[in-house]
């Protein structure tokens, strides 16, 4: 009975060791540390970061105007553009996810920070309405735009970035009133598949041809 006794008393202090080693494991863990949140977005700093000149290089207003309302052609209009896109993009230039020679190097100076501060700027400016220039294109530009082309299907531009071109914040881009120009060229490159940092455009701009191409981009450039 004595010898039983002893073996009870020995399991028991065996279990009350490993419970108690267990608790010193699991104290001594370290605390896993929560992500930490982006810093709330300042416009101020993105303007002086927008509008100033980096050594050897160009400012952003530059090449898109201070307001973000770039009257070059071959430049996109920034401003009233959804922030959350804009800092993808940049994003996207400075991992190489989009190719561009001319921003990757831009990019690339910017730090997260940077970036952010910079969508918010020029996100938070007003856009300078665009118009529509080829009367002879017009009416299939808005029959893309609106209805796409169902015997190809081909989806309705709107359907994304909505009727007037304000498009949908953090999914799609705002176009209403951008450059023709511009727009051209991004269609050409998704559908060259030249840029790669949207699978859903570069499926849609493989359907279409140049005259179609320049037709809604023409149309996107009126909508306001």
Known sequence: ?????????????????????????????PAVAAPAKPAKPDPAKGDTVFNATPANSQSCASCHNADGNSAIAANPKLAQQHPEYILKQLQDFKSGKRKSAIMKPLAAALSEEDMRNIAWFVGSKKVKPGFSKDKDTIALGEKIYRGG??????????????????????????????????????????????RLNSAPMNGVAAKLNDREIKAVADYIAGLR
């Open 1 to 29: 009975m004595k010898l039983f006794a002893n073996i009870l008393l020995a399991a028991l202090m065996g279990v009350a060791a490993s419970a108690s080693f267990a608790a010193d494991e699991h104290a001594a863990a």
């Open 149 to 194: 082309i169902g015997d190809r299907q081909i989806p309705a531009c709107a359907g994304c970035h909505s009727p007037n071109g304000a498009g949908m914040p953090a999914q799609y881009p705002r176009l209403g009133g951008q450059n023709a120009e511009y727009t051209v060229a991004q269609l050409v490159a998704f559908r060259d598949n030249v």
